[in-house]
């Protein structure tokens, strides 16, 4: 079936930081690729996405580009801050063989240090 | 719209009893998930329903626990007899179908506590 695998955390930087969260993926047909966050005592919430080869998803400084070739979905950013502590999630939908289903990975933990 | 909305935020109770969870979804969506979020396993996928119709229920771990949709504004996740390993944040999901790259849009979750 279809899974996200995404590097353990957590994952302790210092502000302004080089972060990559790497994920990568296997799934049939064409899946939509996400990065959501979620930030204590929350619900998931959409950080970015894309859905077709060499897209690059964007938002608040972070960027993820699908790679189909190496099934990945990197999530990076060139300098974080004390307020993306938080739990970043790698997950697909796919609109293929299991029409509907949206898996996340595991999840990775980021705190930011002053 | 409020969003999805989850009832009750808090849930204690205590082994054998029988507890429901209940997801309002955003009006005109017409997926819903259910994920259960643990430290030891993530966030795990239990059942989705498409146009009130379960879809998928393989992540549902066990016949204790069993998911409604009666219609398009409402879903309940039950658990009978509840365990104390049923300890964990339950999430609900909505979804507005259309097109690819569509945003799921999560609930609050229910801190579920099984003593």
């Known amino acids: 079936g279809d899974s996200v695998t995404q590097m353990e955390g957590p994952v302790t930087l210092s502000e302004e930081a080089f972060l990559t969260i790497n994920c990568t993926y296997t799934a049939t047909g064409y899946p939509s690729l996400f990065w959501y966050v979620q930030y204590p005592g929350e619900g998931l919430q959409l950080l970015l996405k894309a859905t077709k080869a060499d897209d690059k998803g964007s938002n608040k400084g972070f960027e993820a580009t699908y790679r189909k070739e190496t099934t990945s979905f990197h999530l990076e950013k060139g300098s974080v801050q004390v307020s993306d502590s938080a739990v970043y999630f790698c997950?697909?939908?796919?609109?293929?063989?299991?029409?509907?289903?949206?898996?996340f990975g595991k999840g990775t933990k980021l705190s930011v240090k002053p | 719209d409020a969003g999805v909305i989850q009832s009750p935020r808090h849930e204690v109770t205590e082994m054998g009893q029988e507890v429901t969870l209940r997801c309002k979804p955003i009006s005109g969506h017409d997926y819903l998930f259910w994920y259960r979020q643990t430290m030891m396993r993530g966030l795990e996928l239990l059942i989705y329903?498409?146009?009130?119709?379960?879809?998928?229920d393989s992540g549902m771990p066990e016949d204790r626990f069993s998911a409604k949709m009666p219609n398009a504004s409402f879903s309940t996740l039950k658990i009978q007899p509840s365990e104390p390993r049923d300890s964990a944040v339950y999430f609900c999901?909505?979804?507005?179908?259309?097109?690819?790259?569509?945003?799921?849009?999560f609930g609050q979750g229910t801190r579920l506590t099984v003593v």
């Open positions: 329903f498409n146009n009130n119709v379960p879809i998928d």
């Open positions: 997950a697909l939908m796919n609109y293929g063989g299991s029409q509907g289903n949206l898996i």
């Open positions: 999901a909505s979804i507005n179908g259309g097109g690819l790259g569509t945003e799921a849009f």
